[in-house]
DNA sequence: TCTAATGTCTCTAGTAACTATAGCTTCAAG
DNA sequence: CTTGAAGCTATAGTTACTAGAGACATTAGA
């Protein structure tokens, strides 16, 4: 039996991050010691390293949730699995395409840059109008950037 | 002088968000109507045109700030300026590396599962467990993953 | 065995950058 | 003059944690 700084420490999670996990329902509440520590064994490490795991890979909480109540079922087929992580790999891709053209503006912006007073600088200037952008970067709503 | 749902339609942000702006002191406070309405000029469509921009490209709003005050002083240097702009890209650079990597690890794992039942999903196998993973993807702490 | 340090407990609040809701007032068109 | 859209304030919710306060539990050393 581990206790909660041990199976963080072995799970690579922070403590206090367990007990989201446990208050959010993503674990199950732990068994306690009799002096009302909580106390884990071997499932509650695996599961913890799972959600680990997932959190590392992007994908959401509620992703997880979904994934670890598949995987509590062995026996179903595994397509709704395929595709939460199918669904993760579109948003990635989308991130990625929007942060290569973010990376292409800001490259171009330092680049123009001649380094002399803010009334001449690239970067402001280029920051106050679009129109002197290379390419569409634009944020649609409700995409994450990152 | 501009309602604020015209300049929020002029610019391509959201009412409330311009209320917010205010709040937390990126706008100045607006004129106010007779009724009470707030109003603005020129000067405040280029401010939140230039905030827009800038937050399309990636800068939190903390970056944001200090760029509206390096470029209300047009006669300071800009390296300071242009110091923000080549961290922020210094920041995509490694998104953009870390996202790599998953969508890497996504595409494998997608790639080898052969669509059977849950207990025989790769996908929830590799979730399981890292050193299935080709690459270390792993997630500093306090890194934006996005 | 006593004690000091570390670990754990609960609860609350804070982070970033908004978004949504409620309940009210003002404005513009017909 | 009336109605519907737009605006006002204030509060709370979102995601995935992180930090803090103040109290109790456990462990290691002297
Ligand atoms: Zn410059
Ligand atoms: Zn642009
Ligand atoms: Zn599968
Ligand atoms: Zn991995």
Do not use: W
């Not at 994908?59 to 699995?81: M, V």
């Not at 991130?95 to 402001?124: F, H, N, P, S, Y």
């Not at 952008?133 to 950037?145: F, I, K, S, V």
Request: some cysteine; charged content about 25%; proline content about 3%.
């Amino acid at each position: 039996m581990l206790t909660i700084g041990k199976l963080g420490a072995s799970a690579g999670v922070k403590v206090p991050t367990i007990r989201y996990y446990e208050q959010i329902g993503l674990l199950p509440e732990a068994e306690r010691s009799s002096g009302n520590q909580r106390l884990y064994g071997q499932k509650a490490l695996e599961r913890l390293a799972f959600i680990r795991h997932a959190r590392d890979l992007g994908f959401t909480l509620e992703a997880i949730r979904d994934l670890l109540s598949l995987s509590d079922n062995p026996d179903q087929p595994c397509a709704a699995a395929d595709a939460i992580a199918k669904a993760q790999l579109l948003e990635v891709e989308s991130r990625l395409a929007r942060l290569t053209a973010l990376k292409g503006e800001l490259e171009r912006m330092i680049v123009q840059c001649a380094g002399g007073r803010i009334a001449d600088c690239r970067v402001i200037e280029i920051l106050g109008d679009h129109s002197l952008c290379a390419t569409d970067h634009r944020h649609p709503r409700g995409d994450e950037t990152s």
